[in-house]
């Protein structure tokens, strides 16, 4: 049976994730409700911007977890 291939993550970075993970969620939903008001504009704009920072941060994360996981895996 194959083993599926997890990258290992530290505590911290686990954490870190799971923080940005729920922030991102968040930022999701109020994206949603300020779609729905047109006079929202700067509100969403704002909201969308720090939603897509989350996300470049999560995948700067998600990077350094795969580099270090072939790093040890060498």
Do not use: C, F, W, Y
Request: glycine content about 2%.
């Amino acid at each position: 049976m194959a083993r599926e291939h997890t990258p290992r993550v530290a505590h911290g970075e686990r954490h870190e994730v799971l923080r940005l993970i729920r922030q991102i969620q968040a930022l999701t939903l109020e994206v949603q409700k300020l779609r729905n008001h047109p006079e929202a504009g700067v509100e969403l704009e704002a909201t969308e911007q720090t939603r897509e920072q989350l996300r470049r941060r999560l995948a700067v994360l998600a990077r350094r977890a795969t580099a270090n996981d072939l790093s040890a895996a060498a």
